[in-house]
């Protein structure tokens, strides 16, 4: 059965939602599915917008199908490779043997490392200010390169103002028969899941994200929809969440506050860290978020660290290096380009304690990263003798976060 939905007189969602993926790129949990959307134009020719990933290309040819109401399909715009969205290409250029396929000159090099067969096809290259007219609706494209794979386009249709943004404004979660932002909670139930997929799938790439929005900021009065290729399309408070992408993309905090990531073996760094964060609440600090590194997936650490403006690390020493967890947590926050937090450091261990020094080390080699200078050493556990040493770093936390 077919499952589409308007977006505009003329555009229809013609997606899927898959709830069976347990891990998005094969790493990053999504608990409540994804969506993949794709869109199909009607006008005196037809157009269809990207494709789905392989494993809801049935779903999908049911729905252009039902679209296209029998009518052949002229065009199929591939905006981004990557092969959630460019998987099901070849069905549809079996299905559709005239369509004129439209895409970049590194997506066609793509399709062909892909094993698409483009024989017989007529392959449009378009670049950015390429301009194609499909009747009344007429659609420009801009160069995305780096947001977040090389080849990426996305294209802005002016008659109804719809930008199709490619993987920009996506976040994870299946759509479950709501197409529009407005349709649901988004910052109770979504924005979380958006924080997750942008930091952690485009988040190292905040330079690339801030060129396009600077590109986006000639037509963004004229900007009506936002239709992504996952997630919710946008249709309303459109500023609200391009807020956000810049917000994300430049490094910069959302909210004034702490988040305490611990690796503990036995248990008491973790009873430290928790003592740490009663002590903030009580001078004042709010947003104190608490996570075990290894039992937290590191995309929830990733996302929260983007949204917060202070981390305390509290790691043993282990092996006389870091807490493996915590290094590759570490290891995750350098590869994704996060920059402008100020850290606290907690070390542990029972001997030749090393973790502080080596986190230290660690934070010094990314960007604009601020240490501050008291470290607290725990020495295998932390008894109420030393509750001042405990009180007096909750007190340069404090400062920092509500100076």
């Known amino acids: 059965m077919y499952n589409v939905r ?19 790129e094969n790493i990053h949990p999504i608990p409540r599915g994804v969506s993949y959307n794709a869109y199909v134009l009607l006008d005196e020719k037809t157009a269809l917008f990207d494709t789905v990933d392989w494993s809801a290309c049935r779903m999908f040819l049911e729905n252009v ?35 004129k396929l439209v895409s970049s000159a590194k997506a066609f090099e793509m399709m062909k490392q892909f094993g698409f067969s483009l024989d017989g096809h007529e392959c449009v290259v378009v670049k950015e200010g390429s301009v194609l007219s499909f009747g009344k609706h007429e659609v420009s494209f801009i160069g995305a390169p780096m947001v977040h794979w090389p080849e990426v386009l996305v294209s802005f249709e002016s008659t109804d103002g719809v930008l199709f943004s490619a993987d920009a404004f996506g ?37 690339q994200v801030q060129a396009l929005l600077k590109k986006a900021a000639g037509i963004l009065d004229k900007i009506r929809y936002i239709c992504p290729l996952h997630g919710p399309v946008w249709r309303e408070n459109l500023g609200y969440f391009i807020e956000k992408h810049d917000l994300w993309s430049r490094y910069e905090p959302e909210q004034r506050g702490v988040l305490i990531v611990y690796a503990s073996m036995y248990g008491n760094t973790e009873e430290a860290m928790q003592a740490l964060a009663g002590r903030l609440y009580e001078r004042g600090v709010r947003n104190v978020t608490v996570h075990d590194v290894s039992n937290t997936h590191v995309s929830t650490l990733v996302a929260d660290t983007f949204r917060l403006s202070h981390l305390v690390l509290g790691s043993v020493t282990y092996n006389l290096g870091i807490y493996p967890v915590m290094h590759n947590f570490l290891s995750d926050l350098k590869a994704l380009n996060v920059q402008n937090r100020t850290v606290a450091l907690v070390e542990n261990g029972t001997w030749a304690i090393k973790s502080g020094e080596l986190m230290q080390k660690e934070l ?40």
């Open 364 to 403: 010094e080699g990314m960007k604009n990263m601020t240490i501050l200078p008291e470290k607290l050493t725990i020495r295998s556990a932390l008894d109420a003798g030393r509750a001042a040493e405990l009180d007096a770093f909750a007190d340069q936390i404090a400062a920092s976060v509500n100076g």
């Open 171 to 207: 976040t994870f979660g299946a759509l479950d028969g709501a197409l529009f932002a407005d349709e649901v909670n988004f910052d109770r139930d979504w924005i979380d899941d958006a924080r997750r997929y942008f930091t952690n799938i485009v988040g190292k790439y905040g330079p």
């Open 6 to 24: 308007k977006v505009t007189e003329d555009l229809y969602w013609v997606g899927a939602n898959d709830h069976r993926l347990a891990l998005f």
């Open 65 to 99: 199908e039902h679209v296209l109401a029998g009518r052949t399909l002229d065009y199929l715009v591939i905006h981004h490779m990557e092969p959630d969205h460019g998987a099901s290409i070849q069905e549809i250029l079996m299905r559709y043997p005239a369509v």
